[in-house]
């Protein structure tokens, strides 16, 4: 109880002013904002998706790239084996 017999602490004389309420934003101002935003967001995909679509096509390429090769390593080879077997049937 002694907290209550304490005295309070002198009040400021002079009143806090409040702040004068905000103005809520136009509607078009929240929307040309939200416009803005979702065409800046538009255009970093679009340009993701151009990257992605360079990339994809690069890949495409060299797979391209290694089946050729692949195939004319396994041309080569059934070329040697076919020789081999030639040479061995001719040596009979």
């Keep these: ?3 209550l017999d304490r005295p309070m602490a002198p009040r400021d004389q002079q009143k806090s002013k ?3 309420p905000r ?3 136009s509607p078009e101002a929240g929307l040309t904002a939200a416009v803005e935003r ?3 967001e ?3 995909l679009v340009a993701e998706r ?3 679509a360079g990339e994809l096509d ?3 390429a060299r797979i391209t790239e290694l089946q050729d090769a692949q195939t004319a390593a396994v041309n080569r080879i059934d070329w040697v084996v076919d020789s ?3 040479m061995l049937e001719g040596n009979r």
């Design 23 to 25: 103005k809520p934003a």
């Design 18 to 20: 409040r702040a004068a």
């Design 1 to 3: 109880m002694a907290e």
């Design 38 to 40: 979702l065409e800046g």
């Design 42 to 44: 538009m255009r970093a």
């Design 58 to 60: 690069a890949a495409k």
């Design 84 to 86: 081999l077997k030639s």
């Design 50 to 52: 151009d990257r992605l």
